[in-house]
């Protein structure tokens, strides 16, 4: 049996067309179109918009319902109150949004599955989407993950019941075990932490992480393919989050889903899957590489306690030029050895600038200091302009001015 379709269209007439071929060649017989309006600042949206929704033009027989705003309600309001609506009509739903072109066979895909797994609470989604490898080999048509991935995908009423689009709990959830369980390392506690964090306090105008949030807490696991079957289409300026090139995520091919299915024989994570998808997808690796790479800057500052005396540089009033992070590496090198800095520096003062770590931050026309050592935490080539310019500045004072890359 067909299943209804929630397709979700903005202010892309060309995308949305290429998505709703594919969806009048599934022909479902019910079909809901969510819509935002145009915003107000945004020079010719709401003729877009208009172009985006003419688009939809339904020649097979279906029961349409069109879930328009004509105000714009902003990602996070619109997407999940639409999806609210829907759920209240229907028990189950395929969705799409207008970017995501979908292989014919995703919707046999998703049909089997919502059926197979409509009484078991333990899954929460089934997406269409495989980020893995090209050697990525399974035996069976798909596995188990805690990553709903939304670029075309399904769900039912109950489970998106569970959806927190406020993510009222996560306070306490940040600091539970069961968070710390889903943790595999520090590196992605981080990662995640900061997103929710955001998420939580409004910065990011969203629904999915939101969405996956829920999955989480809930302890609900979403179904992934053994091969892409929806690409994304949508990486481009003028798309609301997926604005820059991707090579790991945009375009990917799509591949014949093999019918019928193959079930596991058990639920079970896969582990390895998910660690992919977290190192590269999600960019944890990054962090990872940033704080070896940040290691790596504490080594060298160690050497710097083993190649000068220390208790001689220290005998003048010291002064960090930089409040970036190699700024504070640098002042955490120096408390963690004993140590402390007079002054953070920088070249013109902000009102939200005024003091780091509990350190004051001030100008170099501040500094009055006849003898005094000013490291310079700046990397690339802007050291040395920023190291000529206090030469200038200091010329006539007992203060020596050197990079942090002289300690070497």
Known sequence: MKKPVAFIIFNRPDTTAIVFEKIRKYAPDQLFVIADGPRAHKKDEAQLCEKTRAVLQVNWDCDVTYIYSEENLGCRK????????????????????????????????????????????????ISGNNFQTDDFEIEESYYFSIFPHCWGWATWRNSWGKMDVEMKSWPNYKV????????????????????????????????????????????????????NLVSNIGFRENATHTTSENKLLENLPTFKMNFPLKHPTCIKINFEADFYVSENIFFVNDLKE????????????????????????????????????????????FKVNGYSIEKFMVNKLSENNQELNGIEVVEPTRLFEKEAKIIVSIEGNHDKEIIAKLKQIFKEDRVEIFSWKDFI
Not at 306 to 313: A, M, V
Request: proline share 1%; with cysteine; aromatic share 18%.
């Open 78 to 125: 619109r997407i999940s109150s639409g999806l609210d609506e829907v759920f209240s009509y229907v028990e189950d739903a395929i969705i799409l949004e207008d970017d995501c072109v979908p292989h014919e066979d995703f919707f046999a895909y998703c049909e089997d599955l919502l059926d197979y797994y409509k009484d078991d609470e333990k899954i929460m989604a």
């Open 290 to 333: 940033r704080a070896m790479t940040d290691s790596m800057k504490i080594k060298l500052f160690k050497y710097l306690m083993d190649k000068n005396n220390l208790e001689e540089l220290f005998k003048n009033k010291v002064y960090i030029f930089g409040t970036a992070e190699l700024g504070e590496i640098i002042n955490s090198f």
């Open 176 to 227: 539970s075990g069961d968070f710390d369980q889903l943790c595999y390392d520090v590196f992605f506690k981080e990662y995640w932490t900061t997103i929710y964090n955001d998420t939580y306090l409004g910065k990011i105008d969203t629904w999915d992480y939101q969405w996956t949030y829920s999955c989480w807490y809930h302890k609900g696991l979403a179904i992934l393919p053994n091969k």
